[in-house]
């Protein structure tokens, strides 16, 4: 199993960037995939969730009506796309594939003026 992440970068605050994870190693298509992020000092939190076909989606409270996950089978990819950036979504952005417990390595996204 393989996680790549990708996109991270520096942001202003009010800014976008889109975040991808391309899998491999596994039949991607049947399962969830999950963003968690870790702010420096901080724990590792859950951000956003989204089921195998893309129907169903979940995200945490901070991040809701400003992030958006999504997914294309085709491409084994899924994505994070992260609007109106606010410096406390500063962080090291994870996919993690849960039911075998993989992770990424990480991407570094860094919201500042």
């Known amino acids: 199993v393989q996680l790549v992440e990708s996109g991270g970068g520096l942001v202003q605050p009010g800014g976008s960037l889109r975040l991808s994870c391309a899998a491999s190693?596994?039949?991607?298509?049947?399962?969830?995939m999950s963003w968690y992020r870790q702010a420096p000092g901080k724990e590792r939190e859950f951000v956003a969730r989204i089921g195998s076909l893309g129907a169903s989606r979940n995200y945490a409270d901070s991040v809701k009506g400003r992030f958006t996950i999504s997914r294309d089978n085709a491409k084994n990819t899924v994505y994070l796309q992260m609007n109106s950036l606010k410096p406390e979504d500063t962080a090291v952005y994870y996919c993690?594939?849960?039911?075998?417990?993989?992770w990424g390595q990480g991407t570094q996204v860094t919201v500042s003026s």
């Open positions: 993690y594939y849960r039911s075998r417990g993989y």
């Open positions: 190693g596994f039949t991607f298509s049947m399962y969830d």
